[in-house]
């Protein structure tokens, strides 16, 4: 069993539709990473956080520690949020990032 | 200007090759990282450098060796390749360390071995 579960794996939505992707670890963590990355193939940091909550534009992020939970949410989603979303989480006890398998979100117009 | 540079984007080649993938970044990050991300778009953790000092090295085989001869660079070299090192590579880099500081990723290597 993968120490980050994301879920879905795979999301379709019609444009303009409010999405969630969802992520779960097992281990202890000082930072929690959620990353994009476009059918070109590269990799953007979207958010890094420890706790609370973060919004950039139509994204936010959400983590309870306690839970050992997190979330992405993508408002009015558009065709070009179309991409894998991966969280990635820094374990406390050793400097790297583990990852989720990704969540290929599909917005169609 | 690219913040992390990897070359080539694509490597073809064939069993039994070496072969090495360069990446710079123009960030004046301290640390650098190597991933890999096989077919099924799973990343994981290959290698990380601080200042030019190995500090990650999961269980990789001995045909992968990274160099890097300044803090801005980190190199991945490959001996004998074989089919299942097909799959895309990112370089990144980071600030200080991975604690709490936002990664910064290259475009990718996609090598295919034939």
């Known amino acids: 069993k993968n120490e980050v579960e994301q879920s879905p794996q795979n999301l379709t939505a019609q444009e303009g539709e409010f999405i969630t992707i969802n992520c779960s670890y097992s281990?202890?963590?000082?930072?929690l990473h959620w990353l994009q990355q476009h059918p070109g193939g590269g990799i953007v940091s979207l958010f890094m956080l420890s706790s609370g909550k973060k919004k950039h534009g139509r994204l936010i992020a959400t983590i309870n520690i306690q839970e050992k939970h997190s979330s992405l949410h993508i408002t009015a989603s558009h065709p070009r949020d179309s991409a894998v979303y991966i969280c990635?989480?820094?374990?406390?006890?050793?400097?790297?990032?583990?990852f989720g398998e990704g969540t290929q979100l599909t917005v169609n117009p | 200007d690219t913040a992390v540079s990897q070359t080539p984007k694509y490597l073809v080649t064939q069993m039994g090759n070496d072969k090495s993938i360069k990446c710079e970044q123009n960030l004046g990050h301290d640390t650098m990282y190597w991933y890999k991300q096989d077919s099924k778009k799973f990343l994981k953790i290959m290698f990380s450098y601080n200042n030019k000092e190995l500090i990650i090295n999961e269980t990789v085989p001995n045909r992968f060796s990274p160099k890097s001869p300044d803090k801005a660079h980190l190199n991945l070299h490959i001996n004998s390749l074989e089919l299942g090192d097909s799959a895309v590579y990112f370089c990144?880099?980071?600030?200080?360390?991975?604690?709490?500081?936002?990664?910064?990723f290259g475009d990718g290597t996609r090598l295919s071995i034939l």
């Open positions: 281990v202890g963590i000082s930072a």
């Open positions: 990635a989480v820094e374990e406390t006890s050793g400097s790297r990032l583990t």
């Open positions: 990144a880099s980071s600030p200080r360390g991975t604690l709490g500081q936002p990664q910064h």
